[in-house]
Every structure is written in structure tokens, then in C-alpha cells.
């Protein structure tokens, strides 16, 4: 702008322009479509698709690639310089997104359009702030319905329902000269399940509570906001009616778009979970601020009709809190040991849901790692042809689950340490062995 000092600015785009300015991708239910993602940027960017998977096809850079079995996974993990094609059908009609799930990227501040923070509701920029908090890295998918084809049951049938509170307190996070300076950077947050039977005790949970819902079966989820801000809730990896899918003034169909959940309001989800496996739940809206106070959880889908014969350790990995430098466990930079029956086959449901960092996570014994079997990505289970055990660590970004199946045959304490794989912090969680 003439008259005014020149200041660099990286932006981040999706086909050359930030969302909401780079239009629509028109699909019809059904349709097979091959895409080509290319990375030329400097960072990586975990690439998450709305409502459906779609099968990895090549991996490689600018000069060569090769071709892959076509695993299904719901977020591609790209690294600079990297690409990927992949196959998506579309099976159930409405608007989707697909999107960088580091939080940085898809906000204000690296949009092409210089926009106000979505926090600030009294900011005289027009721009609606109940539903642009994602912006940049992010592009809208509107699929048409194709006459004969079945669309996803919503309510009919509700035989469980579940009721969620978003709560809030202060002084979560940081330490007291943060909480001098900038008291609303220690807020930390949860999804609190709460009824008027049994109340919100007023103290806030060390992270949201793991919700367990079985193949086939109806819910109805209930999402109450007593929060300062406006909220929303994406049900990350499911297979559901746009309409419950979670981005404020998106899901849904035109002219009836789903709504930001409003302080003191309720936005209720509907949807049939359609198959077994480790998805998670979180805000999306102002996901820096929300996803990084704590506002995510771990979403277990159970088949009734193959009940698991392993046992089981649901592991979420997640940020602390708005300027937090390092990344929690179940909650905790400290988190408590868990125990595995020693000599048994056992599976670890891992989630990555930090807001902006990509991880490294890896079995050890002492300085030595471990081999662990990947079984499953995304809720997408792996042929039992394509399993190998590998000493490999799971680098992952938010946005990503990944099921491991461990066998430790020694009786003691072991560790499954989680890396920043950037950022120079590390947090370690016991594992011990125990009889059988």
C-alpha cells in the first residue's frame, strides 16, 4: 500500500488463493476422483479430508514417485517438497473441506486476506466471526446428490444419546508470570459429559473423556457452549451426514447450513458410526486457541459383531495450551504409567491431535527401540498381507490415528516416548509389564 512500510508476510494458499477465495471443487456422489497434492512450501502439512477416506495411490516429490498399495486414511502427512496422488469417491452429498490440520495454517494469520482475530467479536472488520475461524490452507468440496444413491441415516432409529459440556477455568496452562501477563493465554479447556442428574462439579478434567460408540449404532451428541467464545465440534474421520460434520456456516446444504454453537447454546450431531476403529472428536473453530486449551478427545468405534480379543490402551497426544512448547499425554506433560499384561499381544490406539506440531513417537528399552506392528491407520484397517513389525518410529501431525499392536515378553518398565519432530521437547510414558 503506497505510503506505508513494506513488511514480509508468508501466506499459505491452496491452489494459489486462500480460503474462503478459492472457490468450490463441484463433485457429484459417487464420482472417482484422482487428485494430485504437490507441497513446494518450505513446512509440512498434514492434508485432512471431511466425511469420507481416500486411498494414498503414489507418494514421491517433483521429479519422480512411486506407487502404493492404496491405503485409506483420512490425513496425509506431507513433508516439503513432497507429493501424493490419491483416489476419493464422494458417498454422501452436502459441503465438505479438505484441509492443513496445523492450526497456524488454516488461521487468520497467514490467510492471503488480512482479517481480524476471531476472538475479537467487537473488531469493526466485516468479516462474520461466528464462522471464519479457519481460513488459509483449506478448500470447500460441494457434492451433489446422484439419483438411486443412499444417503447416510441420520436420527431415525436414536437408541443412545450423549451429552457433552464445553467448560473452561483459568491458570491451566503456563506459569504465574504468564498468567500475570496474559491471563487468557493459561485457559485451558474441556468437553465435560455432564446431565442434570450429574452436573459439571466445577473442576475442570485433566482431558476430555474417551467416547465409545459401537458400529451400527445411532447417537445423538449434544454439545452445550459455556464458553466465552463461539465453538463447534468436527467428529474427526467419521463417515456422516454433512449437516453433523461440524464447520460452522459450511456443513451441510445450501440454504440450510450448519451453525456455530453459540455461548450458552447447543448444536446436537447425529450419525450412525459405519465402521470400527480410533477416530477423536475437537473444536473447529479458532482451533490455535480451542484444540490448543484442550478442547479434543479420543472417539473409539466397537463392531458388537468382531469384538477385539486384545486388550487395549487408548493414547492421545495433544498440545499445552495456547503458548505451551512441549506436548501432553492423556492430558499430563507427566502422565501416569499404564500397565499391559506381559507375553500378550496388546493394541495401542494412538491420536495425534496437537495443534501445530508434527510428532515422533517410538517403543524404547532404555536407548533401544522396540518393534511395534501398525494394524490400522486412520480407522482404516491394514490387510493382515501388508503388516510387518518394524522398529520405524510413527511420525505423525495432528489430525492422525495409527493402532499398534505390541508384544513385550519381559517383565519390567518400558517407555513410548513422544518427540517433538521440530520442536526440541520430548514426553515420555511409562509402560510396565505385568503377569498375566
Same mark, same amino acid.
Given at each position: 500500500? $503506497?505510503? /506505508? ?8 494458499? +491452496?491452489? =494459489? ?10 463433485? @457429484? ?6 487428485? %494430485? ?22 507418494? =514421491? ?10 491405503? /485409506? ?57 461466528? #464462522? ?14 446422484? /439419483? ?23 491458570? #491451566? ?14 485457559? =485451558?479447556?474441556?468437553?465435560? $459429559? ?22 451400527? $449404532? ?27 460434520? =461440524? +464447520? ?21 450431531? %447425529? ?33 458388537? *459383531? $468382531? ?38 499381544? #496388546? ?42 513389525? @518394524? ?13 499398534? *499392536? ?16 521440530? /520442536? ?13
Amino acid at each position: 500500500i $503506497e505510503g /506505508e512500510p513494506y513488511v514480509p508476510r508468508d501466506w499459505l494458499v +491452496v491452489n =494459489g488463493r486462500s480460503f474462503p477465495h478459492n472457490g468450490t471443487m463441484h463433485l @457429484t456422489q459417487g464420482d472417482t476422483v484422482t487428485w %494430485r497434492w504437490l507441497n513446494p512450501s518450505e513446512s509440512a502439512h498434514p492434508i485432512h479430508l471431511h466425511g469420507d477416506h481416500f486411498r494414498v495411490t503414489r507418494r =514421491g516429490t517433483w521429479a519422480a514417485d512411486t506407487g502404493q498399495w492404496g491405503q /485409506e486414511v483420512v490425513t496425509e502427512l506431507m513433508m516439503p517438497g513432497s507429493t501424493f496422488e490419491a483416489r476419493y469417491v464422494p458417498t454422501e452429498p452436502g459441503n465438505w473441506v479438505i484441509h492443513c490440520h496445523f492450526a497456524f495454517h488454516t488461521s487468520h494469520f497467514l490467510s492471503a486476506e488480512r482479517v481480524a482475530e476471531p476472538d475479537d467479536p467487537g473488531s469493526p472488520d466485516a468479516v462474520d466471526h461466528t #464462522v471464519m475461524g479457519m481460513r488459509g490452507m483449506m478448500l470447500r468440496i460441494r457434492v451433489e446428490p446422484r /439419483e438411486g444413491m443412499p444417503r447416510r441415516a441420520a436420527d431415525s432409529g436414536v437408541v443412545r444419546t450423549i451429552r457433552l459440556e464445553t467448560r473452561a477455568a483459568l491458570r #491451566v496452562y503456563g506459569d504465574s508470570a504468564l498468567a500475570a501477563r496474559a491471563p487468557g493465554a493459561t485457559e =485451558g479447556m474441556a468437553f465435560v $459429559e455432564a446431565s442434570a442428574a450429574h452436573p459439571f462439579s466445577g473442576t475442570l478434567p485433566p482431558m476430555s473423556p474417551t467416547l465409545v460408540l459401537r458400529r451400527g $449404532e445411532p447417537v445423538a451428541i449434544t454439545v452445550v457452549n459455556h464458553l466465552r467464545a463461539p465453538t463447534a465440534v468436527h467428529w474427526h474421520g467419521m463417515e456422516l451426514p454433512s449437516w453433523s460434520d =461440524g +464447520v460452522p456456516g459450511l456443513s451441510g446444504g445450501l440454504p440450510d447450513m450448519a451453525p456455530a454453537i453459540m455461548p450458552g447454546d447447543s448444536f446436537t450431531a %447425529r450419525f450412525t458410526p459405519t465402521r470400527a476403529g480410533t477416530y477423536m472428536y475437537h473444536a473447529h473453530s479458532n482451533e490455535m486457541h480451542q484444540i490448543g486449551a484442550g478442547l479434543y478427545g479420543a472417539l473409539i468405534v466397537v463392531d458388537p *459383531a $468382531e469384538p477385539s480379543v486384545m486388550p487395549e490402551r487408548v493414547i492421545v497426544i495433544g498440545g499445552d495450551g495456547y503458548f505451551g512448547a512441549a506436548g501432553r499425554i492423556n492430558g499430563s506433560r507427566t502422565p501416569d504409567p499404564i500397565e499391559i499384561p506381559v507375553g500378550r499381544e #496388546v493394541r495401542l490406539r494412538l491420536a495425534s491431535i496437537s495443534p501445530d506440531w508434527r510428532i515422533r513417537v517410538r517403543l524404547m528399552d532404555g536407548e533401544q527401540p522396540l518393534p511395534w506392528t501398525m494394524i490400522a491407520k486412520d480407522a482404516a484397517t491394514i490387510p493382515v498381507a501388508r503388516r510387518a513389525p @518394524t522398529l520405524t518410529p510413527w511420525i505423525a501431525g495432528p489430525g492422525e490415528t495409527a493402532d499398534f *499392536a505390541v508384544r513385550i515378553d519381559a517383565l519390567g518398565s518400558f517407555q513410548l516416548l513422544v518427540e517433538g519432530d521440530v /520442536e526440541d521437547w520430548a514426553t515420555p510414558l511409562t509402560i510396565r509389564t505385568v503377569p498375566q
